[in-house]
């Protein structure tokens, strides 16, 4: 059975940091990476890391967070620096089969950005 656990939102000042990291088990994942939805808002991809360490982000986050990943460990992890009141969201962690199916979701954790 696949289960991905979650850990490392809460709540953060604009320009604070947190870690988010997602501990993946049941199987050998290909890509895995991080989404996000805001309330009103549909869920978006913030950043994907292949086994191999190739990354995407998306734009709205380049320079100011970065993935990683540790094989060994099943685990990915998302440093998430000089936050904004628009990094606000549920943050879920998504893994991918070896072969590109099936895909695999995280229960959320919610990061909110506010003074």
């Known amino acids: 059975q696949v289960q991905l656990l979650e850990s490392g939102g809460g709540l953060v000042q604009p320009g604070g940091s947190l870690r988010l990291s997602c501990a993946a088990s049941?199987?050998?994942?290909?890509?895995m990476g991080w989404y996000r939805q805001a309330p009103g808002k549909q869920r978006e991809l913030v950043a994907t890391?292949?086994?191999?360490?190739?990354?995407n982000y998306a734009d709205s986050v380049k320079g100011r967070f970065t993935i990683s990943r540790a094989n060994a460990k099943n685990t990915v992890y998302l440093q998430m620096n000089n936050l904004e009141l628009e990094d606000t969201a549920v943050y879920y962690c998504?893994?991918?089969?070896?072969?590109?199916?099936?895909?695999?979701w995280g229960q959320g954790t919610q990061v909110t950005v506010s003074s």
């Open positions: 998504k893994a991918v089969g070896p072969i590109g199916i099936p895909e695999y």
């Open positions: 049941g199987s050998i994942f290909s890509t």
């Open positions: 890391i292949t086994r191999g360490g190739s990354t």
